[in-house]
């Protein structure tokens, strides 16, 4: 039992030591870390909450993101209007504009149109 150390002793304590400093270093990265746990019903907003997050805080999305997102937006805003129209007819709120109301007659008209007006706005077309 001398007071040096042989080459592989000294070679397992440098080993040691770097081992010490790599799980010290990843203690510090994990404790600046922070998780959410977002729970909810399905369509309650959780994935949209992780988007704005990533808009705020991660540069935005990406032009592979916009470009998987688009028709995602067209359909949510195509689906916003339908419910809108539907609505004035049961709520029986005019339109504005007759230019406006003639345009949703004609769509309304289209094959495979969403659109469904109630017999007293069909009629003005």
Request: glycine residues 8%; contains cysteine; charged residues 25%.
């Amino acid at each position: 039992m001398g007071c040096t150390l042989s080459a592989e002793e000294r070679a397992a304590m440098e080993r040691s030591k770097a081992i010490e400093k790599n799980l010290k270093e990843d203690g510090m990265q994990a404790a600046r870390d922070i998780k959410l746990l977002l729970l909810g019903a399905g369509e309650s907003g959780k994935s949209t909450i992780v988007k704005q997050m990533k808009i705020i805080h991660d540069g935005g999305f990406t032009t592979e993101d916009n470009k998987q997102y688009k028709p995602v937006v067209y359909s949510n805003t195509i689906q916003s209007l339908v419910a809108i129209i539907r609505a004035m007819g049961t709520l029986s709120i005019p339109f504005g504009d007759s230019e406006r109301e003639y345009m949703c007659v004609r769509l309304s008209r289209l094959p495979h149109s969403p659109i469904r007006l109630e017999r007293k706005v069909q009629a003005l077309g």
